[in-house]
Nanobody, 117 residues
Framework: QVQLVESGGGLVQPGGSLRLSCVFYGREFSIYNIYWYRQPPGKQREWVGYISAGGGTDYADSVKGRFTISRDHIGNTVYLQMSSLHSEDTAVYFC???????????WGQGTQVTVSS
């Protein structure tokens, strides 16, 4: 069974940076694609980006050039490094893991990011 735990959220000023972590508990981390989503207040959840099992990445246009996703296979952790944050980045951030073989998907509980002065 897979469990995901996000952390690293908080309050940050506009223009600041923050790094979120998504720790993967379970087996075969290396065969999971890991996705980041966010849900701004009062809006629908939206895709932020992902890192494939092989390390390839892709990002939503709204965060491209500001956000970077990486994965640590020793610590079974995926990071979302966010920089040049602005108020529109305020949201609850979630990670999800998709098994590339079975296509099963698991979600974390989310972590709140608030960008405000």
């Amino acid at each position: 069974q897979v469990q995901l735990v996000e952390s690293g959220g908080g309050l940050v000023q506009p223009g600041g940076s923050l790094r979120l972590s998504c720790v993967f508990y379970g087996r075969e981390f290396s065969i999971y694609n890991i996705y980041w989503y966010r849900q701004p207040p009062g809006k629908q959840r939206e895709w932020v980006g992902y890192i494939s099992a092989g390390g390839g990445t892709d990002y939503a246009d709204s965060v491209k050039g500001r956000f970077t996703i990486s994965r640590d296979h020793i610590g079974n952790t995926v990071y979302l490094q966010m920089s040049s944050l602005h108020s529109e980045d305020t949201a609850v951030y979630f990670c999800s893991a998709v098994n590339v073989r079975s296509r099963s998907e698991e979600w974390g509980q989310g972590t709140q990011v608030t960008v405000s002065s």
